[in-house]
């Protein structure tokens, strides 16, 4: 056996601790700039309702997937072990309150709160989370069992009297033209097969001329052909509409006059260029009909299709307006906010109050408050309960991407965000600094969705959002404040519209020009690779923006990198020359019976059978027979 003897172990310890003194010397030397700089201590990020948040997205997700009887199971288990959750935390409350009052200058043990107040929260997520999953059901029980899910499953034809339940959706035809419309509804009822059924059922209508005009709330007929809409779907199927919608009744007079300004907006807007007279009316309305084929690739090319689409930007921007002015104004904090949320909800009417609209309006309203009230715990506390509200009223949004786009969106603004502002120096401004931040925040979260849907990198993505950010705003501001005007003061919103137009028009040409620059789109990994390398390089990105935002503490933290590496090479080279040196007391060598590798002499009045003599005269070989022989 080898005989390794150590050097002693308090000179070792004594070099440990003189180079772990030296990494402290050093890491506070490094921060005590940025101590002087952060004004006090640090507020805990509450994340009491993050647990609920996620189970309750989980459980709106499986019942989607799930049959109505194993998702029935899974209900009566959320509900039987949130119950016993609760149960667990009322006795610990009981034994509380029947002990005796704690001696003064004692405390109570706060081991006990901590698991009182944690199986409290896991019985009320659990409970949530069970009624999401009994929601689900609802519509699980329609998409497979029932007359219209036979009808479905034999893809016969039926004759509708539906709902619309949000605005039509262009889809693309080969010529870049919008040739076909889906239209989510509500059935009321459906004849099919002979069959009369009565019931509320979550359809998509694909329709072609005429669909595009109907108004949400409306109530008209439709015939068509019934197809399944993929497992996994929200709808209980889809209808491929035969002819043009039926005779409409019913619908808010405001969403119809939401249309009709909106239809006046891209008229008022058709004066200016090719790009901003289409671009202009989707930033400010969602309205995308005018849109150029060209510039939507380009868009799409630098991840900038978000502008287009009504996004809590919009609602943060008009939100966070409204609210300066009704200061600026001098009101009150609750009249300003109730202003500001009346302005906001006029906002969403006219654009359109569907289901992504309002739930952009509800982020963006959270990431406003978070902004503002300086607490990314509260903003944190806010999103949850948003969240909870939101899959708790409809469960088809936890397989949506667009709901998860928004949610971590929303996420990195409040988390990030208002980190990456305190990083930056005090000599940038702080509008430069949102502009930069927000975006960032929102893309390191959003990119590993992102490269699920399209398995591709947008090289110039942050550079072309961070370029186009100073010019989002006065084109939403102005142009949401021109389409009243449209009406009123044809005059004042022309003025209006062709300064937003210029705006619009710089935005176009940032997209075009990064969209030519070369390598503006690489290839990325598809699946979980692809997410998985995302978000190493999200995490990667904001490691280096910290570093190079805090040079002291980065290279505080690289020298107490190398201060360890350096103390374990140093304990290296002492061992290797111990072994060296045969006088040292660590060598093979430095003492009897140490560096010597052989066999024992001591038989212990035994027969030695190895290692064998060696002998001079050869061994004799044994002859093998060959097969066959006797």
Known sequence: MFGLSTRPRQVVQGYRARVKEQIRERIAEGGKAQ??????????????LALPAVLVWSASVAGLWLPPKDLAALCCILAALGGLF?????????????????????????????????????????????????????????????????????????????????????????????????????????????????????????????????LPGQTLRATGKLHHAGHGSPEAGTLAASSAPGK????????????????????????????????????????????????ESAMKLVGMTHLTAVSGANCSLVLGALLLACRRCRLPRAPAAAAALGGLGLFVVLVGPDASVLRAAL?????????????????????????????????????????????????????????????????VPRWAAAALAVPLSAQLLCGPVIVLLQPQFATYALLANVVASPLVAPVTLLGTAAVPLVVLLPWLAAALIAVAGTFSAGVAATARAAAQLPGSSLPWPEGVPGLLSMALLSLLTFAALWAATRPRRSLARVLAVHAWIEAGIGLLEDRLASIRDPGSPGSLDGGPGHGRLGYSTKSSERTLRWPPRKSGQPAPRRRIPPPGAM
Do not use: N, Y
């Not at 101590?35 to 009491?48: H, K, M, N, Q, V």
């Not at 019985?123 to 009994?134: F, K, N, R, Y």
């Not at 039509?168 to 069959?195: I, N, Y």
């Open 35 to 48: 101590e002087a700089t952060e004004p006090g201590p640090r507020r805990r990020t509450d994340l009491r």
């Open 86 to 214: 609760l149960a667990v935390a009322a006795k610990d409350r009981w034994k509380r309150r029947a002990r005796p009052a704690v001696a003064p200058g004692t405390q109570p043990g706060s081991r006990r709160i901590r698991r009182r107040s944690f199986s409290a929260a896991v019985g009320v997520s659990l409970a949530l989370a069970a009624a999401a999953a009994a929601h689900s059901a609802t519509a699980s029980s329609q998409r497979s069992d029932g007359p219209l899910a036979e009808a479905v499953a034999s893809g016969k034809s039926a004759v509708a009297v539906v709902e619309v339940a949000g605005s039509p959706r262009a889809l693309p035809g080969p010529g870049g033209t919008a040739q076909r419309w889906a239209v989510p509804v509500w059935t009321r009822e459906v004849a099919t097969g002979g069959v009369l059924v009565r019931t509320r059922a979550q359809l998509l209508v694909m329709g072609g001329r005429g669909w595009g005009a109907v």
């Open 248 to 295: 409409a009744s019913g619908g808010s007079w405001l969403d119809g006059a939401a249309s009709d300004l909106r239809a006046r907006f891209v008229a008022a807007a058709a004066f200016l260029g090719p790009d901003a007279r289409g671009l202009l009316p989707g930033m400010v309305t969602g309205d995308t009909s005018a849109l150029d084929e060209g510039l």
């Open 363 to 427: 982020m963006g309203a959270i990431a406003v408050a978070a902004l503002a009230g300086g607490r990314s715990g509260r903003g944190l506390s806010f999103l949850c309960l948003a969240v909870i509200g939101l899959l708790l009223a409809d469960p088809a949004l936890g397989a949506s991407f667009g709901f998860l786009l928004s949610v971590l969106a929303t996420l990195g603004i409040i988390v990030l965000g208002r980190r990456i502002i305190a990083w930056i120096p005090g000599v």
